[in-house]
């Protein structure tokens, strides 16, 4: 499986007070955010000592991507904050994590946009889109809604403008579009799996057809292990598995 390069990022320093030292578990899941000002008072404020925050990343509208975090290390940003009043399916996440502060197994990236005017410009986006397919790669974490979350479902005192459901729709299908194209080479494995997948397929459309139409429960019995199989393939094409 060929790797996807991690984006340059810049290295900006964060006062010691602002994350947990060896803190860090293995990252589950992404948290987007929108810093509410510019990226260099984000900078200013990660390395001020008073604000008690910082991020993995952030990533200007110029496209830059800073890095304050690094999420491979042991070290945590405090980037989410409490959990209150969580919504959409982080809950289901969090139950799994043992309510552990999620800042320990999640990857944070800020996104420059201001309260009253939220761009995400075309450099900015196309840098979060190689960022985040990158991410899921390294952790193996699926671009989807159980893996994927603004600040506000964690917290919704957080605005976090810019993430409506349609946005998230379009920047997580732009994830595993790219996943797909780069990262899966037609392995023999790949191209096996995708043969039976197809050979399911057929055999469906054949006890569709075929004199077993009536037969409700074996219809559907197929189709329920196609599903599977389907997510499976899915899972694998992302590199979710192996
Ligand atoms: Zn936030």
Redesign the pocket.
Known sequence: MSTLVKPFVVLKPVARENYWHSMGQTKVAVVC?TTGGSLAGTDAWFNNPISQASTNFAIGQAGEIHQYIDPAGLNAPAANGLVRRPNGMFPILYEQQGRVNPNFWTVSIEHEGFPSREIKTEPMLESSLVLAAWVCQQFRILPDRSHFFS?TEIDAQ?P?PGWSEEFWNYYLAQIAARLKEDNMPPTPEFEALKAEVAALKAEIERVRQGSWNNDVATRRSFEILFEAMQRVFNMWQTGAIQ
């Open positions: 955010h600040h957080k976090d």
